[in-house]
């Protein structure tokens, strides 16, 4: 994550890549190449998330001490967009 909590960042992890988006009022994670079952996301400020939506769809989540747990694993694809939204 950007130190200022604010830009844009490569990320990898396995065989999945993309880029990550950090702003005042959300955050968005768009892999590029592969996919994966993403069951965990620890991002900034994470307790003042109000909504986190995968293609547009709304998804349930909890806040937990360190980021967010989705209630049901959620698989993210190249060209996906994983949106969380900040009260």
Known sequence: QP???TGTVFWSMGG????????????????????????R?????????SRVMLNGTEIPYRIQSDGLEFEQPVDLHADDLLRAEYR
């Open 41 to 49: 996301l620890s991002i900034p400020r994470a307790a003042q998330v």
């Open 16 to 39: 999945i890549w993309g880029n990550a988006s950090f702003t005042e009022t959300d955050v968005e994670i768009l892999p590029k190449f592969g996919s994966m079952e993403l069951k």
């Open 3 to 5: 130190v200022d909590s």
